[in-house]
């Protein structure tokens, strides 16, 4: 590394300065107009942004940070950059808010490890610049094996893994059915693996009934609140596994946007019994992480059209 002092308040016997120095080589620091880094200020959330992107688009064979814009904020671009690859913490709220070292840590892991499935924070909610409507019921979300899916019937949008297959205007089952006064039409998001776990969601005018799981007794378990995304569900179980089976569904529901009902659930089943069902149940396990995971994505994405 060099030991060229770029900055006229960097100490040459600093413990920092090679690195500061390599970063400064590499354009992915500028400093101040005024010739100083200020090394003992915190850093903000634009700043981190254009070092992490820089950072990856220098060191990747295929860098694809957007082309600086006349008519844009200098951050704009790399902002962009990590929004396209999902980095973005839910816990970044503003463009100058200062960030901790674990959110630092957290962009670069998901960067690195290339973290699809977690919640992120656009750039348009960070500038309260709305983006351009779209017209397409499926596209890309600038994020890989992420794209937006638009129910236009029922006027709402939420992020998906485009690995799950959409199957449209279709119910959960007859004990959603039940609680809620008739049929609860929604859209279910399909495990790719081929066995039986899915996510179902759709948004209706009233709540279904979830004050109690579904047990087979004379006074069933009250059910449970359960938070996410900052949003607080009523959520209540049932399972379904018969003999040589195991099986639950999970079925959650809360109020969003306009006086109207966000309902989510969730399904796995599998059969038990010799080794050759091991696969099957490996398989279910990783379902259940993974549905986890784009639950909380569905819920922070959420928004009415």
């Known amino acids: 590394m060099r030991s060229k002092v770029f900055f006229r308040d960097v100490d040459k016997g600093a413990w920092y300065i090679n690195y ?4 400064r080589d590499e354009q992915l620091v500028g400093g101040y107009p005024d010739g100083t880094f200020r090394p003992g200020n915190y850093i903000n959330f634009v700043e981190a942004a254009k070092i992490i992107a820089s950072a990856s688009a220098t060191i990747t064979s295929n860098p694809r940070l957007p082309s600086p814009n006349p008519n844009s904020p200098w951050y704009e671009r790399y902002i962009r950059f990590l929004e396209a690859r999902n980095v973005i913490p839910k816990s970044i709220m503003t463009l100058d808010q200062e960030i901790s070292r674990g959110e630092m840590a957290e962009m670069i892991y998901r960067l690195d490890a290339k973290v699809t499935g977690m ?15 779209e017209t397409s019921q499926v596209e890309p979300s600038g994020t890989d094996g992420v794209q937006i899916y638009k129910n236009t019937k029922d006027g709402y949008q939420i992020d998906h893994l485009d ?3 959409i199957e449209e205007n279709t119910t959960m089952d007859d004990r959603l059915n039940s609680i809620s006064g008739g049929e609860v039409v929604g859209t279910k998001f399909k495990a790719p693996d081929g066995v039986q776990a899915f996510i179902f969601t759709a948004v209706t005018q009233t709540c279904p009934d979830l004050s109690h799981n579904f047990e087979p007794t004379a006074n069933p378990s009250p059910s449970r609140t359960v938070k996410l995304s900052g949003r607080d569900f009523k959520c209540a179980d049932s399972n379904d596994g018969a003999a040589g089976s195991v099986g639950e569904n999970t079925y959650c529901a809360s109020r969003v946007g306009s006086n109207k009902c966000l309902v989510i659930g969730t399904s796995y089943f599998h059969t038990t019994g010799d080794a050759l069902d091991e696969p099957q149940r490996t398989t279910v396990k990783r379902d259940i992480s993974m549905m986890k995971v784009l639950i909380e994505t569905i819920v922070y994405s959420f928004r009415e059209i």
């Open 20 to 23: 500061i120095c390599k970063a």
């Open 119 to 133: 919640p992120s924070v656009t750039y348009s909610q960070l500038t309260g610049i709305p983006e351009e409507e």
């Open 163 to 165: 690995s799950w297959k």
